[in-house]
């Protein structure tokens, strides 16, 4: 099992910035990936950005230029600072884990963190 502890969202006015975090404890794979989701409401919940144990990343075509993830392989967190924040970035945010070993693929998800972007 993995443990996903978010922290960092909030309320901010468009064109602000914050930073999430999301912290990964107990069995932790070699090989894995984090990333950020995110949900608005009455849609479907969708990708933000990943990164791989490797730094590998992918971004959403929508935040492409405004958000940064990044991570500490050491303390197996994953930051997103979001930079240009605007109204539609308003969402839950969730926090996601993947990892790989020779059973095959697991996924876990955070709690969720709430992001309002006011206009």
């Known amino acids: 099992q993995v443990q996903l502890v978010e922290s960092g969202g909030g309320l901010v006015q468009a064109g602000g910035s914050l930073r999430l975090s999301c912290a990964a404890s107990?069995?932790?794979?070699?090989?894995?990936?984090m990333g950020w989701y995110r949900q608005a409401p009455g849609k479907q919940r969708e990708l933000v950005a990943t990164?791989?144990?490797?730094?590998?990343?992918n971004y959403a075509d929508s935040v492409k230029g405004r958000f940064t993830i990044s991570r500490d392989n050491a303390k197996n967190t994953v930051y997103l600072q979001m930079n240009s924040l605007k109204a539609e970035d308003t969402a839950v945010y969730y926090c996601n884990y993947r990892g790989w070993s020779g059973a095959g693929q697991y996924e876990y998800w955070g709690q969720g963190t709430q992001v309002t972007v006011s206009s």
């Open positions: 107990g069995s932790i794979f070699r090989i894995n990936a």
């Open positions: 990164i791989t144990s490797g730094g590998s990343t």
